[in-house]
């Protein structure tokens, strides 16, 4: 895949499609590969979607010190810039979502509509769920219900088997969190203007349900959509439903 040099990164990117620029940033630890082939491809056929790993997580280089999420939110803008991208829709997943809420306010010049998916405010507004259980627990049961992990475990374990080498570990990983848990947007949601969704699945267990409707309650006319029998990694789960909303959303 192509990289570009921003700053001291060399950031890891994948473009699908053609169209106006639809920006997609995953969420802590993943790489652009746990997206999966569905979701990319359903948006791909119209949007021009970029995919790109975070700094410290994939084939995107180590940071070399600290940062803030939103940091990570400008990484995002100059990676637009460097591929000549004036603008762009942006839909966040989880930390992404938090990244995106960043860009949303930071770079607001560059943003079209934004997406906001299992994600939240942070700070006093918001209601974290088994998050650190990512680490010690069973990955696959937080992300994804009993009845597809059921339903799916032979596709599951083959996916984790080619996605698990490029997700972030050790001091790498532990700067993505630090960030993470420091990030807060309560006081400053309602500063943003774009056109937003957000999404959630109705049984995430690692960001509830709940932190939605604060985002959806906070941001000035944002929309609401729940993904029904999914968990935290419904776009993967739930590839149809969740480009059917989107497209919706973009598109009208």
């Known amino acids: 895949m192509p990289k570009i040099t921003v700053g001291d990164l060399d950031i890891n990117y994948n473009i699908q499609g053609q169209g106006d620029p639809l920006l ?28 790109f790993d975070n ?54 010049d560059k943003l079209n509509k934004l997406i906001l998916g299992c994600t939240m405010a942070g700070g006093s507004c918001s209601q974290l769920g088994a998050f650190s259980n990512l680490f010690n627990g069973n990955v696959l049961e937080l992300l994804f219900t009993p009845g597809f992990i059921q339903q799916h475990q032979t596709d599951l374990k ?38 937003t969704l957000v999404m959630t699945g109705d049984s995430d267990r690692v960001i ?10 906070k941001i000035s006319g944002a929309k609401q959509e729940i993904i029904q029998d999914a968990a935290h990694a419904f776009c993967f789960s739930h590839p149809d439903s969740t480009a059917t909303a989107i497209l919706n959303f973009l598109e009208h």
């Open 24 to 51: 997609m940033i995953m969420g802590l630890s993943f790489s652009l590969l746990d997206w999966g082939t569905k979701l990319p491809d359903l948006l791909s056929r119209h949007y021009k979607v970029i995919l």
């Open 158 to 195: 083959e996916f984790f088997q080619t996605t698990t080498p490029l997700h972030s570990k050790g001091d790498a990983l532990a700067r993505q969190f630090y960030a993470m848990s420091n990030h807060d947007t309560c006081d400053r949601l309602g500063k943003i203007t774009a056109p």
């Open 208 to 217: 509830p349900p709940q932190n939605s409707d604060i985002l959806t309650q």
């Open 55 to 108: 700094r410290d997580a994939g084939e995107t280089s180590r940071s070399p010190h600290p940062y803030t999420i939103a940091q990570m939110a400008d990484d995002a803008a100059v990676l637009l810039d460097a591929l000549g991208e004036s603008r762009a829709s942006v839909f966040g997943v989880s930390m992404g979502g938090m990244i995106a809420q960043h860009f949303a306010l930071n770079h607001a």
